[in-house]
């Protein structure tokens, strides 16, 4: 096997494809999703810093933070960011008419598919991890050397660097699911759905059920984990269930990833150029 040319190889096609996943016309709603925590946080902290007295503590802020990564980033933006992004890697050119030049070329499949999700890892990782490291920073910035001391010499950095392990791993997780999913079906946007279902009942089900999700796994992982409180709406029929320990949701995640790299680039081998639809 030649390693050394199916990695340059994959690296040429990242290059190709990474411009197409940061600059594509249809994706300009992924700037939003990925940059609206940014503003949200920024414009908090210089609200707070335009008043004399501020009622804010560190410890309240890093509690919004938290309710802002579990329940935009992981189940709102990063979900659809992916979709956005991983679906169309193969479905895009189908549209655009334009696969069959990669698949004329005197490359194997496997490699366009693994050229093809590094370029959207990269964009997704870019937007949104970048986004969720820069929302972190600004939401208590307003505390001035206090918030410095808090992440050089207190818990910050780790939770920040928790906060990004997080999300790229939602973006490797939920982008090997959606390019699968935009190869495997011709309306991409249905399994999407069913997926997003799924994840959102994730707390009602029962412990062993939870378990088959990839938001239960990223939960696990995330530096703060988001207490349920008595009386919210729907608390009495949260299942409580023990997180996953690091060292097996970590491995988990890459396991999934990698299945669905291996299914995606089966389905590669066999996919038939028609333009007909």
Known sequence: MNWDLWKRQAAAILRIEWKKSFFARRAWWIYFLALGPVAITLGHSLHEMSRRVSNCIIGEDSQMYAGIFHMFYLRLGIYFGCVGIFSNLFRSEVLER???????????????VAGKYLAGLAASTFFFAGGAALSF???????????????????????????????????????ALFMGAGMLFRNPMIP??????????????????????????????APVQLPVEPGEPGSLLVVPADPAPVWLAVPGLLAVVLAMLALAARQARRLQISYTE
């Not at 698949?103 to 496997?110: M, T």
């Not at 207190?154 to 490797?172: D, I, K, S």
């Not at 999407?192 to 696990?220: C, D, H, R, T």
């Open 98 to 112: 334009t696969l069959h030049y990669y698949f004329l070329a005197p490359v194997r499949r496997e490699v366009v």
């Open 137 to 175: 920073i600004f939401i208590s910035m307003h505390f001035g050397q206090a918030y410095q001391d808090y992440i050089l010499r207190g818990p910050g950095l780790e939770q920040l660097v928790g906060y990004v392990v997080t999300a790229v791993l939602a973006c490797a997780g939920y982008g």
């Open 192 to 221: 999407a759905a069913v997926m997003m279902v799924w994840e959102g009942i994730n707390g009602f089900l029962p412990p062993l059920l939870k378990k088959i999700s990839i938001i239960f796994y990223l939960q696990s992982i």
